[in-house]
T-cell receptor, first 117, second 111 residues
Framework: SAVISQKPSRDICQRGTSLTIQCQVD?????MFWYRQQPGQSLTLIAT?????????ESGFVIDKFPISRPNLTFSTLTVSNMSPEDSSIYLC??????????????FGSGTRLTVV | LAKTTQPISMDSYEGQEVNITCSHN???????ITWYQQFPSQGPRFIIQ???TKVTNEVASLFIPADRKSSTLSLPRVSLSDTAVYYC????????????FGAGTRLFVKA
């Protein structure tokens, strides 16, 4: 399965600023997903990022707040813009592998723990 | 996407077998059933996936009845390190489905 490197692992940011989270995969993947996980909660899908096209956002998430880049098949970034304390959360990226088979599942990064003060 | 329902939490003791059942009444013909495990401060980790009947790997077994409206993850002889949140997901893997997580089941393994 793919190996994901996600950076930064954690950060403390001032409200009103922006943070860009990077997700690097060791193999080419077609689809990448960005999630948010608030403390004690399940994961919520933010958007799906495909290379060469605009990201597709889930209800409640907009591009102005969470712009996503997908410049190639191994890399993506998620920016959390104009942050407020409500954005404090863990952000994770996930990939579906090229040539995905039913036995592989999806791989997740270790997450970025964001605290907004 | 089929909605899933799982128990919120379960308790067990070391050495016991743990069975976590997930309901997915609206599962579609092309949907697979996938289970993930998540430890604190880590991303979810794939455990097992199946379509029907029984699937077994080195970590767990997955039992799926003929109507596929539910599935049971079986963890044999759990240890303290199996304390985690377990998520059941349903979707068409071949179509590259987006993984939508339910609330998951918090398993507490006691000594």
């Amino acid at each position: 399965s793919a190996v994901i490197s996600q950076k930064p692992s954690r950060d403390i940011c001032q409200r009103g600023t922006s943070l860009t989270i990077q997700c690097q995969v060791d193999s080419q993947v077609t689809m990448m997903f960005w999630y948010r996980q608030q403390p004690g909660q399940s994961l919520t899908l933010i958007a799906t990022a495909n290379q060469g096209s605009e990201a597709t956002y889930e209800s409640g998430f907009v591009i102005d707040k969470f712009p996503i880049s997908r410049p190639n098949l191994t890399f993506s970034t998620l920016t959390v813009s104009n942050m407020s304390p409500e954005d404090s959360s863990i952000y994770l990226c996930s990939v579906a592998g090229q040539g995905l088979s039913p036995s592989n599942g999806y791989t997740f990064g270790s997450g970025t723990r964001l605290t907004v003060v | 996407l089929a909605k899933t329902t799982q128990p919120i939490s379960m308790d067990s003791y070391e050495g016991q077998e743990v069975n976590i059942t997930c309901s997915h009444n609206n599962i579609a013909t092309n949907d697979y059933i996938t289970w993930y495990q998540q430890f604190p401060s880590q991303g979810p980790r794939f455990i097992i996936q199946g379509y029907k009947t029984k699937v077994t790997n080195e970590v767990a077994s997955l039992f799926i009845p003929a109507d596929r409206k539910s599935s049971t993850l079986s963890l044999p002889r759990v240890s303290l390190s199996d304390t985690a949140v377990y998520y059941c997901l349903v979707g068409d893997v071949a179509g590259g489905f987006k993984t939508i997580f339910g609330a998951g089941t918090r398993l507490f393994v006691k000594a």
